[in-house]
């Protein structure tokens, strides 16, 4: 059995999970600025340290409603090598850690290719993410 460890974070009313071990840090929302012919997941980019990070609405990137977009509170910063992405969530709360045999991999109702699967950990229900792809699609 291996511990993984995943943050949580909140999208409209969903809870999600995503693997710690990507994620860079975890900054307050700032709103981006807009990039004109952008995808369409994308807020905007955003100077970080010296880096221009790409910011993507995870609103859009889950399909979920959009009506109260804006109400980001954090942006996730996720990392693959050198590259990184920022993932604007609404809220982030606690550090889970669940056994990979925990993760439900066959429940994936919610066809994005960001969902792996559920974790029902002390009765709490939480979405499977993994955005490091995202990353080379910002690319």
């Not at 860079?24 to 990070?53: C, H, M, W, Y």
Request: net charge negative; aromatic share 6%.
């Amino acid at each position: 059995m291996s511990e993984s460890q995943w943050i949580s974070f909140e999208v409209a009313t969903e809870r999600y999970l995503h693997p710690v071990s990507s994620i860079k840090e975890i900054l307050p929302f700032e709103l981006p600025t807009p990039v004109p012919g952008a995808l369409d997941i994308t807020l905007g980019i955003q100077n970080i340290r010296g880096s221009i990070v790409s910011i993507n609405s995870c609103r859009r990137l889950l399909h979920v409603d959009t009506r109260n977009e804006g109400s980001e509170g954090r942006i996730i910063l996720i990392e693959n090598g050198d590259d990184l992405v920022g993932v604007a969530v609404d809220s982030v709360g606690e550090i889970i850690s669940a056994e990979q045999e925990e993760v439900d991999y066959e429940s994936n109702e919610i066809r994005s290719e960001f969902i792996k699967g559920t974790l029902n950990k002390d009765g709490e229900l939480y979405i499977v993410s993994d955005f490091s792809k995202l990353v080379f699609a910002a690319e």
